[in-house]
């Protein structure tokens, strides 16, 4: 729902919103590992199958961050231009220089006293941009190419969680352990005994109820 917001201060508002939630889940699940980590696998060998699944989780809580910080990092911007028309767009720096002149607001002086005339400067300025990062990295950030590696780790987190939780949970194991005893026995007899199995309770229940009746 966060996403379907579209004006500047609402997507502001969403990026930094899911940078927060995304941050607090990720290292959640990384406390947990890690606690279960010691509690329940301090007897695995070798120390890297031991931490397989905290280093899959970790990987995967660094790579589901990197497209959110991204967004982020773009917001960061805080200047912004309003047109004749009135609607507010953002200043574009790669193609365009701006000026800008100030003018002191009636009924206003300086925190310090000092004349307004000293902080408005009548004449044009040069208006720059301004952020956390420079213009070559806002265009790096900007690129196709970074887009694209960035949703690809997003990606890449969602795999890497689930495969670390399988592994945690032991479920490939479990999974194997199932499979090795199914075909000792041979599928069609396991197959046959749960359908026996089955035919036995349904004929006791009826044996059941024409003893009740």
């Known amino acids: 729902m966060l996403g379907l917001l579209t004006s500047a201060a609402s997507r502001v508002l969403s990026d930094t919103l899911t940078f927060g939630i995304n941050l607090a889940v990720t290292t959640n699940?990384?406390?947990y590992v890690y606690?279960?980590?010691l509690s329940q696998r301090c007897g695995v060998t070798p120390p890297l199958r031991r931490w397989g699944p905290f280093i899959l989780i970790a990987a995967a809580s660094v790579a589901s961050m990197a497209d959110i910080s991204r967004?982020?990092?773009l917001d960061s911007k805080g200047a912004a231009l309003v047109t004749k028309?009135?609607?507010v767009k953002a200043f574009d720096f790669?193609?365009?220089s701006y000026t800008a002149s100030a003018s002191p607001l009636v009924g206003m002086a300086a925190s310090d006293g000092a004349p307004l005339t000293d902080t408005c400067v009548s004449e044009p300025l040069t208006v720059t941009q301004s952020g956390a990062t420079g213009p070559e990295v806002d265009r790096w950030l900007r690129a196709p190419l970074c887009t694209k590696v960035c949703g690809l780790l997003s990606?890449?987190?969602l795999v890497l969680t689930i495969g670390g939780f399988l592994w945690l949970s032991e479920v490939?194991?479990?999974l194997q352990a199932k499979w090795?005893?199914?075909n000792a026995g041979g599928l069609a007899q396991h197959l046959l005994s749960t359908e026996c199995s089955e035919c036995h309770q349904r004929c006791s229940a009826e044996e059941c109820d024409a003893t009740h009746a």
Do not use: S
């Open 29 to 31: 699940m990384l406390q």
């Open 35 to 37: 606690g279960a980590t």
């Open 71 to 73: 967004q982020v990092v």
């Open 85 to 87: 028309a009135g609607p």
């Open 94 to 96: 790669d193609h365009c």
């Open 155 to 157: 990606r890449a987190g």
């Open 172 to 174: 490939m194991p479990w």
């Open 180 to 182: 090795k005893q199914v």
